[in-house]
């Protein structure tokens, strides 16, 4: 009875350690301590100068990567988070943004379609040409930043297969 009791004890505490894993969040707990919550993108996207100085968790894909002699900016097509903070929502999104990162980031790692997540200050806004329109990018200095890893695109084939026999 003892080593079943054992056995189901470290199965648990196994799970247990695999949850905690997978839940984790990709940016530190000191920077996240620090985010506002209540500061929505939606917020910040309407008036960025009025979060001048706020701390915020924002994501999203990126729409491209720019190199100047001191800093990089990325511009990020924002995503809602899910619990992990990873960017979700494909079709979904309240507005564009910009990081700005002090050095170079490579624009052929930082490419478009990467997703990304933030944490950063908000630092004011920039008013660029969007189409036919002048867009206000809300400035957002990194504090931390986390590039997920780049999606394998579908091959129509299922992840798993099983069979017996020969396989050609």
């Not at 990020?76 to 979700?88: G, N, W």
């Amino acid at each position: 009875m003892s080593v079943v009791k054992n056995i189901v004890l470290l199965f648990v505490a196994m799970v247990a350690v695999t949850l905690a894993i997978g839940c984790a969040h990709v940016i530190s707990k000191k920077v996240l301590k620090d985010v506002d919550p209540s500061v929505t993108f939606a917020q910040v996207v309407k008036a960025p100068d009025a979060y001048k100085g706020k701390t915020v968790l924002f994501g999203g894909a990126i729409i491209e990567t720019k190199n100047f002699t001191d800093k990089s900016q990325v511009v990020v097509l924002q995503q809602p988070l899910d619990s992990r903070d990873r960017p979700v929502g494909g079709d979904i999104s309240e507005g564009r943004f910009i990081i700005l990162v002090p050095g170079f980031l490579d624009p052929a790692i930082y490419s478009p379609g990467r997703k990304i997540t933030v944490a950063g200050t908000v630092v004011g806004k920039e008013v660029r040409p969007l189409g036919e329109i002048a867009y206000t990018y809300p400035l957002i200095e990194r504090r931390e930043l986390y590039l997920w890893p780049a999606e394998r695109p579908a091959s129509g084939q299922p992840p798993v297969q099983f069979g017996f026999g020969i396989g050609i």
